[in-house]
């Protein structure tokens, strides 16, 4: 395992429902990202967070909506979605980019989304 | 843009033998990262292997290894002594620099047989 966790690991929710996806690093990383993994899809880079401000916002539909209160939680808010929004959303994290270093993503194990 | 393409959706191999994965990418950039990243059934993305581009030498992790033809914008990953749980989902991934942008290909599920 790394040292990076979400919750739930499933979820089923009706078109009308809202729900948040919670995200855990403990690895003293300052960067966070949130993927939307399809099949036969490349992963799709949804929001980047680095020091707590929003970097990267890839126009993704306003139904999803992050929140990074801290380096290490990342939460992705969820209200009105659509069947095609089924999908496994993963979280990451690593170190701020930089022009050296790994620059080596941590993957959580993803939330399983079912919109119904 | 830059674009990663794995031509290779599915693979298998037997278990012992070495396989290659394929990937080609697509920039205009001349210092970037790829990365060959590991999806096991059900678990977590784990990186296999890092290439940085300025460095002519492949990187090299035990039974992993990749060719990287910066020329040619190519970057395979060679597993060899194939294990039962090399079996999973393998990403290539690109990376620029200075940004956040990791762009990931459509990925290849190999599988080891026994």
């Known amino acids: 395992e790394t040292g990076v966790t979400q919750t739930p690991r499933h979820l089923v929710m009706g078109m009308t429902n809202k729900k948040s996806l919670k995200c855990e690093q403990h690895?003293?990383?300052?960067?966070m990202y949130w993927y939307k993994q399809s099949a036969k899809k490349p992963l799709e880079l949804m929001f980047v967070?680095?020091?707590?401000?929003?970097?990267e916002n890839n126009s993704v539909p306003s139904r999803f909506s992050p929140e990074c209160p801290n380096s290490s939680h990342l939460f992705l808010h969820l209200h009105t979605l659509q069947p095609e929004d089924s999908a496994l959303y993963l979280c990451?994290?690593?170190?701020?980019?930089?022009?050296?270093?790994?620059?080596?993503?941590?993957f959580g194990p993803g939330t399983r989304l079912t919109v119904l | 843009a830059q674009t990663v393409t794995q031509s290779q959706p599915e693979m298998s191999v037997q278990e012992a033998e070495t396989v290659t994965l394929s990937c080609t990418y697509d920039?205009?950039?001349?210092?970037?990262?790829l990365f060959w990243y590991k999806q096991p059934p059900s678990r977590q993305m784990i990186l296999v292997i890092r290439?940085?581009?300025?460095?002519?030498q492949n990187a090299t992790e035990n039974r992993f290894s990749v060719n990287f033809q910066k020329a040619a914008k190519s970057f395979s990953l060679k597993i060899s002594d194939s294990q039962l749980g090399d079996t999973a989902m393998y990403f290539c991934?690109?990376?620029?620099?200075?940004?956040?942008?990791?762009?990931f290909g459509t990925g290849t599920r190999l599988k080891v047989l026994a």
């Open positions: 990451a994290s690593s170190m701020r980019s930089g022009t050296s270093g790994k620059n080596e993503q941590f």
């Open positions: 290439q940085e581009a300025y460095k002519q």
């Open positions: 690895l003293g990383h300052n960067a």
């Open positions: 967070y680095s020091l707590e401000e929003r970097v």
């Open positions: 991934a690109f990376m620029k620099p200075g940004t956040y942008k990791y762009i």
């Open positions: 920039t205009s950039e001349n210092n970037y990262y």
